[in-house]
């Protein structure tokens, strides 16, 4: 962990002569490398650690606009918000319920549920 720390802080990405021993097993294609340093330079990048950071907020981003995305489609077509569930399954139960419009007798839900542990 030390090496890659120490490695972050590096004004250049990973050359082909650097040793990079565990971190990274597999090597990547040269045309890949070159579109890395092409990225590296556009974005003004002045160390690994700054390239990693804008990494992490680009994938961030991208992953907040899908979500967002998910959001509006599950409000058009169920009239749900995930945002509002922990978890996909409870969402997708209420989704069924809500389209079948069958009701569930709430005593017998808590009765069952309760002893799933």
Request: net charge negative.
């Amino acid at each position: 962990m030390r090496i890659f720390c120490s490695r972050l802080g590096r004004g250049v990405i990973y050359g082909e002569e650097d040793e990079v021993g565990e971190i990274e097993p597999d090597h990547i294609s040269q045309e890949d490398y070159e579109h890395a340093c092409y990225l590296y330079d556009k974005l003004g990048c002045t160390s690994f650690g700054g390239y990693t950071k804008l990494y992490c907020y680009t994938d961030v981003a991208l992953l907040a606009d899908v979500f967002e995305s998910y959001r509006k489609l599950a409000m058009d077509t169920y009239g749900l918000d995930p945002a509002h569930y922990v978890f996909s399954p409870s969402m997708a139960q209420e989704a069924m319920l809500k389209t079948t419009g069958i009701e569930v007798d709430l005593d017998a839900h808590l009765f069952f549920g309760g002893g799933v542990s």
